[in-house]
């Protein structure tokens, strides 16, 4: 029988179904980190059991870990805290552990893909629900509660039914000024942040097969923000080329057996999806949010939409506007921004830091505006500092922060005041998502630069 | 983690007639700090519930006397966002035992059903119904049998019946976890991971 990509990888790795019930399925890779895990390792203890498989499980610290002196004791009591655990328990279960400072510490997704922990064909969870990331490389990927890490830790499984299956085909050339991030929010923005609940997507077409990996994992992480349990996109040449000869991707003759494997990894020609969504690539223009849900997003130069152009509730859109002090129809171009974030696990990677380098090169940061540039790991930091970037930045009045999370989910200091208006290139624009009353208006690395240099929400295309 | 038996759970209810709300909302992520499971009820929906010098807001539900109950009724996709299964902890610890709603985002549904909450979801009508019957009488009470399945609005005696697989239904019955349930077939996961390629 014809199946799908999905279908591939989840039916090969259930041991078993049970009837009107959930599948018992195999974890392959588990990465942690301290704000989800205590719980769960608390749970092992009083069931007085171990971890099962203790190499396929990773442990990094970034959710609440600063972004300045890293170097330096943990200042919050509550933080510090949580990271010691996080250290006790993967040393006391022979865990391998990232933490502050490691060379291989950064954000739980950014890290996976970068030391080729994140393979095709393997089933990822994590405790953080962008785990959907990994799905770029043709994994299935997810995000699980913290009862599920504590089964995962204790018996490498996780009992869960098998979501349905969506295909969204993007063919098309993209314009200028319009990124993977601009890609994402387009579709969420038509789906809602409901519209694909219960779904786990398949991404195709040739906007993504064209896409770098840094890409697809952007448009992968985006998935859980319209409701999907994951997204994935088959892994092609650009797939092994990326992981290949990476720490923990197979050698030699394993490779080669793997990639045998691997080029298995597509939906066959007349497998069936659930629902197919088709979009036309050619339409996309960059993206900016103005409410505070991802769905509520629009190409940066129309006006904001009315409440009964919405199918929601009008009273809850309506609500959402007020929070963010905008009205029905203004134009977001040209509105007043007080910070900028680049970083997390969306827009945390090379590529990113890459793409707002080229808006600022040369010019200055807007006085009124607080930028912070927080790169996704180590790693990324590394490379912002040997291409060269670094000294752009700074020539432009730009500094750079130390790995983590950050004002994604502000959980340490890096907070967006109460009122203020912050283009962020993470992941949610909630209700005090980046800090109690922020303002979070969700955009690519590109907006977010013309952001910083302007003060104001500016179209990138017009500033190169 | 262990929790009480779920049968037939008879309580006047909470109304939040809002959609999309998110678990950022339901605890912010400031509140995410411990390393033990206790407490997170204080901070359930903190900052719709008090405002910034920690004062109570009155036109919160949660702080009107009014409105008390061991059911939840949420707007449409309720849960949507974050994982943070401390958002389901914290329903769990303010003593709610159900949430009700027309849709709920996966991962907080999963997540409920794994502590013990159990979600139900209605038809857009019958939601309607329950809102409007709670705003005429705020005593009326909610009759929710797990066993049949069904949810019944005593004032009006109008019911639904809701779904939920019967796995999860016999954990919920039984307060079981699927640990348990995993620790019994050890051995088959252990034998399938010596076949797996990764
Ligand atoms: S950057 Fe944001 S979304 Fe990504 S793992 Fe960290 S908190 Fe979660």
């Known amino acids: 029988m014809s199946k799908t990509l999905f279908d591939k990888v989840w039916d090969s ?4 179904r049970i009837k009107n019930g959930p599948d018992v399925l195999f974890i392959d890779r588990h990465m942690v980190h301290e704000v989800t895990s205590p719980v769960a390792f608390l749970g092992l203890k009083n069931r007085n059991i171990s971890v099962l498989f203790p190499e396929k499980t990773f442990a990094t610290a970034d959710h609440n870990t600063p972004t300045k002196n890293q170097h330096l004791p943990v200042k919050d009591p509550l933080s510090a805290n949580q990271l010691k655990a996080l250290e006790e328990n993967s040393k006391l279960h022979g865990i391998s552990y990232w933490g502050l400072g490691h060379e291989k510490n ?53 009992m869960q039914p098998k979501a349905k299956r969506m295909r969204i085909t993007i063919d098309g050339k993209l314009s200028k000024g319009v ?96 629902k197919e969504l088709v979009f036309d690539g050619n339409k996309i223009q960059p993206m900016i949010t103005y409410g505070t849900n991802p769905g509520m997003g ?14 929601g509730g009008i009273k809850t859109y309506l609500k959402s506007l007020e929070y963010m002090n905008y009205n029905e129809g203004e134009s977001m171009l040209g509105k007043k921004i007080d910070f900028v974030f680049l970083g997390s696990c969306t827009n945390g990677r090379i590529e990113d830091f890459r793409a707002f380098t080229e808006i600022v ?5 807007a006085a009124n505006v607080t930028a912070w ?12 500092r040997e291409e060269g970037l670094l000294k752009i930045l700074e020539e432009a009045g730009f500094e750079l922060r130390e790995p983590g999370c950050s004002a994604c989910l502000a959980m340490n200091d890096d907070k967006i005041p109460a009122g203020k208006y912050a283009v962020s290139t993470s992941n949610r624009n909630f209700e005090g998502r980046q800090g109690p009353g922020s303002r979070t208006l969700l955009a690519s690395p590109l907006v977010a630069a013309a952001a910083a240099l302007t003060g104001t929400v500016t179209d990138p295309r017009t500033l190169y | 983690m262990a929790y009480d038996k779920f049968k037939i759970l008879e309580s006047t209810a909470v109304p939040l007639p809002i ?46 006397p009014n409105y008390v109950g ?52 209605v038809s857009p009508r019958f939601l309607e119904d329950i809102f409007n019957t709670i705003y005429k009488n705020p005593k009326t009470k909610l009759n929710v049998d797990l066993n049949k399945q069904i949810i019944k609005i005593l004032e009006n005696g109008n019911s639904e019946s809701f779904e939920i697989n019967e796995y999860k239904k016999g954990n919920m019955l039984n307060g079981y976890d699927d640990i348990d349930y995993l620790m019994n077939m050890k051995d088959s996961i252990k034998e399938f991971a010596k076949k797996t390629p990764l």
């Not at chain 1, 940066?300 to 939409?305: A, D, K, V």
């Not at chain 1, 540039?373 to 912002?384: D, F, Q, T």
């Open chain 1, 373 to 384: 540039l927080v790169p996704g790991s180590h790693k990324v930091e590394k490379a912002i």
């Open chain 1, 361 to 365: 090169k040369g010019k200055k940061k």
């Open chain 2, 70 to 121: 061991k059911i939840l009724v949420g707007g449409k996709n309720f849960g949507s966002g974050s994982s943070r299964e401390h958002a389901a902890w914290a329903i769990y610890d303010y003593g709610f035992r159900c949430v009700v709603s027309s849709f709920f985002a996966d991962i907080f549904r999963n997540n409920c059903l794994n502590i013990g909450v159990l979600p139900v979801q």
């Open chain 1, 179 to 274: 990124t993977p991030k601009d890609v994402a929010l387009f579709i969420i923005s038509k789906l809602t942040t409901s519209g694909a609940t219960g779904y786990f997507v398949e991404y195709a077409g040739n906007v993504f097969t064209e896409m770098s990996m840094e890409g697809r994992m952007t448009v992968c992480n985006l998935s859980i923000e319209m409701g999907a349990r994951g997204g994935m996109i088959a892994p092609d040449q650009k797939t092994f080329e990326y992981i290949k000869d990476r720490e923990f991707t197979p050698k030699g003759d394993d490779w080669s057996k793997a990639m045998k494997y691997w080029s298995t990894l597509k939906s066959d020609e007349d497998a069936l999806f659930d």
């Open chain 1, 298 to 311: 629009m190409s940066i130069s129309n006006g904001i939409p009315s409440a009964e152009s919405q199918d």
């Open chain 1, 106 to 158: 950064g954000i739980v997704h950014v890290v996976g893909p970068e030391y080729g922990i994140t393979q095709p064909g393997a089933t990822i969870v994590c405790g953080d629900s962008h785990t959907s990331t990994h799905g770029a490389f043709g994994a299935i990927a997810f995000g699980i509660g913290t009862s599920e890490v504590e089964m995962v830790l204790s018996a490498q499984c996780i």
């Open chain 1, 13 to 16: 790795h259930v041991i078993h």
């Open chain 2, 19 to 64: 959609e999309n709300i998110d678990t950022d909302q339901i605890i912010p992520a400031r509140f995410l700090k411990a390393t033990e499971r206790v407490g997170f009820g204080d901070n359930l929906f903190r900052d719709w519930r008090y405002n910034s010098n920690n004062n109570p807001k009155k036109d919160f539900v949660l702080n009107n």
